[in-house]
């Protein structure tokens, strides 16, 4: 599961935060949201799944994303008990992200193993770092001029 931030809205000393949410199964399943945190209550805005999602389901989703996006926004909560794989490892303090050329290694063998699936590549550097789908795709950019994966269009 990744958590990153879509945008924030500031009135005074109140602040709503919109975060993008993308929980990715090992058998392809696939669930995207966007999630609103403000005053310590949670609202799911969006959700698109692949399989589809019962009423159920979506309910126990939305209990299941409400730790991660509270040490998404920083409330210092530390690792769920009841949280199976580590949900919060993909927070927005900086400190998980690969940076500089560190990174470079990490983003390329994302991508590699990404495309050997058949998977989107972009996506799968985007989970690995925690970055937003620019910042992933710059990353892959500069991993391209590094050497480290092949240029993207054949040069004539």
Do not use: N
């Amino acid at each position: 599961m990744s958590v990153w931030p879509a945008w924030e809205v500031r009135e005074g000393e109140r602040a709503t935060r919109w975060l993008h949410v993308r929980l990715a199964f090992g058998d392809g399943a696939r669930i995207d949201a966007l999630a609103t945190v403000c005053d310590g209550w949670v609202c799911v805005e969006d959700v698109q799944a692949r399989p589809a999602l019962t009423l159920e389901d979506l309910a126990v989703f939305a209990d299941w994303i409400e730790g991660p996006l509270a040490r998404a926004c920083g409330d210092g909560a530390g690792p769920d008990p009841g949280d199976p794989v580590g949900t919060g490892a993909h927070r927005d303090d900086g400190s998980v992200r690969p940076r500089g050329r560190g990174a470079w290694g990490v983003v390329a063998r994302a991508y590699r193993e990404a495309q050997k699936r058949g998977a989107d590549p972009v996506l799968a550097v985007m989970d690995e770092t925690g970055y937003s789908r620019r910042g992933a795709l710059r990353l892959i950019g500069r991993t391209r001029d590094a050497g480290l994966l092949p240029p993207r269009h054949a040069r004539r």
